[in-house]
């Protein structure tokens, strides 16, 4: 059974619809991302999951729980970190999860959070002094303190440099090593080709596509792109009578070379085969940013850092 249930989902703001017909559903031990746009209606969504906002319509179950009715029962098995959330400056890292820690009736030891989470340098630190990516590891351990069966993570990552988003990534994989099934709202593609089990496209408040990030891409940009500079003379039969092949263009002299599954090792062979030897060889595959455009019929916007 899915640990999470969302049917129909509706939620207006005055004039403006802002989640409209969402439905998707998330397995237990998967990182399930929200992809979309600023503005598309992601944290909304999250939110009514979570028991922050009451919708209009449609349901949504968490471990069997309605979040509005059982909203108690459902703060012990779920934690949250929300895009806006932010600490008093002031506030020391061991005193902010600690104070977490005392809201719940089970939670997790505070000092051991701290060290798995790599915060034993910085746990006397004030939260005003912690660099971006510190400041959002404590928000990870207040998400964990309770123990949660379920964490949702809203645009974790944004503002961080590089460096800070790949240690973040990395926390999130140990965290669902533990066990913790994990709702990721983000608008990076490459966090969610990296991270992410299955993703709900969401657009103008409107579900896309439910797929893994794979076979989003499969489903509406399959192609193969073999791109290299032949060592002699080619001639274009040799590769268009192949099965895997569908188009073969030269530009100068560079040969283009579009296909389907097992074109690299078609090409190649035919190659080889012939003494002929692929320089600058380069293979290219349709991208999630591919199958976004195609799928909504733009790009999505590009990353603040």
Known sequence: MPVIEVRNLHKRYGAKVAVEDVSFAVEEGEIFGVLGPNGAGKTTTVECVAGLRAPDRGTVSVLGLD????????????GVQLQASRLPDKMKVREAVELYASFHDRPADPGRLIEEL???G????????LSGGQQQ??????????????????????????????????LIENVRDRGVTIVLVTHFMEEAERLCDRLAVIDGGRVIAVDTPAGLVARVAPEQRVRFRPSAPLDDRLLQDLPEVR????????????GTDGLVQAVTSVLARNHIIAADLRVEQSSLDDAFVALTGRPL????L
């Open 247 to 258: 188009t073969v263009t030269k530009t100068g002299g560079q040969v283009v070379v579009t």
């Open 137 to 170: 590891r404590v928000s990870i351990a207040l998400a964990l303190v309770g123990d949660p069966k379920i964490a949702i993570l809203d645009e974790l990552t944004t503002g961080l440099d590089p460096q800070a988003r790949r240690d973040t990534w990395q």
């Open 67 to 78: 979040p509005r009715r059982d909203r108690i029962e459902l703060t012990r098995r779920l």
């Open 118 to 120: 790599g915060l034993a």
């Open 301 to 304: 916007d590009p990353p603040t």
């Open 122 to 129: 910085q746990r006397d630190t004030r939260f005003g002094r």
